[in-house]
């Protein structure tokens, strides 16, 4: 640590937050307005709102030829009217997708409508290679609901496949087959539910594709993502035959409580006692677990539950597990999830460059964590020359989850300034840092002066 850093520290720590009366170091703040947080959050696993697909269990396996006239597939699920990627309008060209499981394995379909197949661009041939500059169907697959972990798969109408993942490697056993027809392409493959990272009873899924026979890029999807297509939070919701957990949905991940909800069942032919337990981590820290139930569900019953649980610091991600425990209090579902810690707080402000003497800026500070830590927090704006010279400072107790500060700025030197914002949270000297955001700003020199 240098000597500047220990200085800084120094002035910041709690310590410095207690400065006598005789230091006379100025306020800055003129006016200050609180509110609630404005700017547009992280997306949440929230599954209430996605479309849906119940995926059946086929009674065969179907021949995967690019023929979907095998009865098999009567048996599977179908969705329903594709719209453009913005969501904004029915897709122009309509695309139908068939889904089935057969031991272990999720069987797919497609049927490409194509008035002008003619147009149609199939060109690559190479496993793996570009398929996405041809007309291409794709399949997003986020197994276990994180919103991150996405496996991705395009085929084009010569059946040509590529497998992506974001963040790694995927190379996944296929099966596959396809063909052209008249007015449509078709595609078939089938993928095992370990490969596509599948671990419970719902997954999140979305079928999409790019057409290129009518001469410019159209994009459609099964559930409308609003613009790109591996926007996971707006991928619809798919559910396996049987299974006990149905839905997962984290919290925010801010600093303090959250919550986690899910739908759990009973795909039994009897009666059974079920209970949720949920144990939390991060790094190498004790794991906090917590349990709930039990509930006596009917067979084929659902029962809403929920959690909560707390985030205590930033730098590591908090680990998730949730079983479900059935009546001999054995694990009979189980779902875990890593959750990045949201960014506690941001500074910004309306200019950088000020005068030296007794200028006006704004500033506005965002501030993500729970209520309960809200309400036992400290906020410190504070202004610093140069040298590490403390200039001016404000404390403040937050009423809300952002602020807009009006500051007046003592006369200052030309040159660099920084200015910090520090929250802190417990009580008087106990209180402990949480967070700090620091911009610099640049005190002009007077007009003629070099």
């Known amino acids: 640590m240098t000597v500047r850093t220990a200085v800084m520290l120094t002035l910041l720590g709690l310590v410095a937050f207690a400065l006598p009366a005789q230091a006379q170091i100025p306020n800055l703040i003129e006016d200050l307005r609180w509110g609630e947080m404005s700017v547009r959050e992280a997306p949440e ?19 995967l030829d690019g023929d979907l006239r095998d009865p098999a597939w009567e048996a599977a699920a179908q969705t329903d009217t594709w719209m453009t990627n913005t969501g904004e309008a029915p897709a122009p060209v309509q695309t139908t997708t068939w889904a089935g499981l057969h031991d272990g394995r999720l069987y797919v379909a497609v049927r490409a409508e194509e008035p002008n197949i003619d147009g149609l661009l199939a060109d690559v041939t ?9 007309d291409v169907f794709e399949m997003f697959v986020d197994g276990n609901l994180d919103l991150t972990t996405v496996n991705q798969l395009l085929i084009n109408p010569l059946g040509t496949v590529s497998t992506l993942t974001r963040g790694g490697t995927w190379q996944p056993e296929v099966q596959r087959g396809a063909s052209i027809g008249e007015d449509a392409w078709f595609a ?31 994009l459609s999807c099964w559930s409308p993502t609003g613009g790109a297509f591996n926007e996971p939070g707006r991928f619809g919701l798919a559910s396996l035959p049987g299974g006990y957990l149905k839905v997962f949905s984290v919290g925010r991940g801010v600093l303090g409580q959250n919550s986690l909800s899910a739908t759990i069942s009973n795909p039994a032919d009897q009666p059974q006692a079920l209970s949720a337990r949920l144990a939390w981590w991060q790094g190498e820290g004790i794991a906090v677990a917590r349990t709930i139930g039990p509930w006596t569900l009917a067979p084929g019953e659902s029962r809403e539950i929920s959690f909560g649980y707390d985030i205590q610091r930033t730098g590591e991600p908090v680990e998730l597990e949730l079983a479900i425990l059935g009546p001999q209090r054995n694990v009979v579902a189980q779902r875990q999830v890593t ?54 400072r404000d404390e403040l107790a937050p009423s809300g989850g952002a602020m807009r500060a009006e500051l007046k700025l003592p006369a200052l030197e030309a040159g660099p300034h920084t200015l910090h914002l520090v929250l802190k949270s417990g009580p008087g000297e106990d209180a402990r840092r949480v967070a700090e955001e620091k911009i610099t700003l640049y005190v002009l020199p007077d007009r003629g002066t070099r």
Request: hydrophobic residues 45%.
């Open 339 to 392: 959750q990045e810690i949201a960014d506690v707080m941001d500074l910004v402000a309306n200019r950088r460059l000020v005068s030296r003497d007794g200028d006006t800026m704004t500033v506005r500070g965002v501030f993500r964590i729970s209520s309960a830590v809200l309400e036992r927090s400290r906020v410190v704006l504070a202004l610093f020359d140069d040298a590490m010279a403390l200039r001016a």
């Open 188 to 218: 078939e493959f089938s993928l095992s539910l370990d490969d596509l990272g599948i671990t419970g009873a719902a997954f999140g899924v979305n079928f999409c594709r790019e057409r290129r026979a009518s001469g410019d890029l159209q």
């Open 126 to 134: 190479e496993e793996g290679g570009p398929v996405w500059e041809d």
């Open 45 to 63: 696993a929230d599954l209430s709102q996605r479309k849906t697909l119940m995926i059946p269990t086929l009674p065969s396996a179907p021949a």
